[in-house]
């Protein structure tokens, strides 16, 4: 592990990713393990996300296509059933897989007023319980209209590689930063947009191909 000065930044706004960066493994993964064990849909899901993480890991997932998923996810629930679903998955798989030393190392930031962002690709109502039991100031996810209590249309830009960019240079807008001051943890090379972007990219257990690529840059890696 780098030294904590390299890993920790004096910033102004730390990103986070959330599957394989605050959490040890990939919540979807969780998520389709945890269901497939509940109902036939349940392995469906799992097929389908088993499709969609191989090409993920080579940086070449469709984004239009993980919507698709995450919109079956929610098939045949109202907006609260659902929400209600999650933290179901939250408390009896996720709130394990959070990693005891990202929770150090956060509670590190905010006592330097860093205010502590997760951005995702995850649905945000599946995020949402992570976010709230770390305290993070503002979650980024991939979203859907609700309107009635029911499931709408994807909202846009997503919260994938290039929107990522969009998301958090609204935020900081709104801060009055520039992204160049800030932070982003994570372990994907589909979040190399992002990283090029922010003055302090810290890489987390990344894969191979972003593994390479921190080594090039000369990126702090936390492993």
Not at 201 to 210: G, K, R, W
Request: proline share 4%.
């Amino acid at each position: 592990m780098e030294n904590k000065q390299n890993i920790t930044p004096n910033v102004p706004i730390a990103f986070f990713d959330l599957d394989d960066t605050i959490t040890s493994e990939d919540t979807d993964t969780l998520w389709v393990e945890w269901n497939a064990r509940q109902s036939i849909k349940g392995k469906l899901e799992k097929l389908w996300l088993q499709r969609l993480m191989r090409q993920y890991r080579n940086g070449k997932m469709s984004v239009h296509e993980y919507l698709k998923y995450q919109k079956f996810k929610t098939w045949g629930h109202s907006a609260s059933s659902f929400i209600k679903k999650a933290e179901k998955f939250f408390n009896e798989v996720g709130k394990y897989h959070v990693r005891s030393y990202m929770l150090e190392l956060i509670e590190s930031l905010k006592k330097e007023n860093t205010k502590i962002t997760i951005i995702t690709a995850q649905l945000d109502l599946i995020a949402k319980p992570f976010a709230e039991h770390i305290g993070v100031d503002i979650l980024f996810g991939n979203s859907f209209e609700i309107n009635s209590n029911k499931i709408g249309k994807a909202r846009k830009p997503y919260c994938f590689k290039e929107g990522k960019i969009f998301w958090a240079n609204q935020y900081a807008i709104e801060k009055k930063i520039k992204l160049s001051e800030c932070s982003f943890y994570s372990d994907s090379i589909n979040d190399l947009p992002l990283l090029n972007q922010v003055g302090h990219p810290v890489i987390v257990t990344p894969d191979a191909l972003l593994k390479e690529k921190a080594v090039s840059q000369n990126w702090p890696i936390i492993t």
